[in-house]
């Protein structure tokens, strides 16, 4: 299957990738614990939403994505989905995990492999559409 068989644009494209280059950066990001708030002695704010509350809804953010692009990974195949996400999570070719230290030689080819890579984007296309849609009351 091609790109335009998936109906994914060069522009999507370009933008699943990205989003999958921060996955690294959000699972730093995801803090362990929730802080608790400092007080400043000053008895109200106008803010609606609390550090707290600002921690707690940017690491769920974070979460999600992390897990959308996990889940998309392991939906195109479940034998090599480790291999798709270093894969696309480092903007990384075929060549560059074909032998990998940490996960050994990958159980398929180069076509084969682009195949699963292109479908592990279609997946994380439909998981984030469908998250935005369950985002719009």
């Not at 999958?20 to 708030?37: A, F, H, N, T």
């Not at 034998?79 to 050994?104: M, V």
Request: aromatic share 12%.
């Amino acid at each position: 299957m091609t790109w335009d068989d998936y109906g994914i644009s060069r522009n999507r494209r370009k933008e699943l990738e990205a989003f999958c280059l921060q996955y690294e950066e959000k699972r730093r990001k995801i803090q362990s614990g929730i802080s608790s708030v400092q007080v400043d002695g000053i008895p109200g704010s106008n803010y609606k939403e609390g550090p707290v509350e600002k921690q707690a809804i940017q690491n769920s953010t974070y979460l999600h994505d992390v897990r959308m692009i996990e889940e998309a990974a392991i939906r195109a195949n479940p034998g090599i989905w480790k291999y798709l996400l270093k894969s696309a999570t480092r903007g990384l070719p075929y060549e560059r995990i074909e032998y990998d230290d940490e996960l050994g030689r990958i159980p398929v080819g180069s076509t084969e492999f682009y195949a699963y890579r292109r479908l592990f984007y279609r997946y994380l296309d439909e998981l984030k559409i469908g998250y935005k849609s369950k985002a719009i009351p």
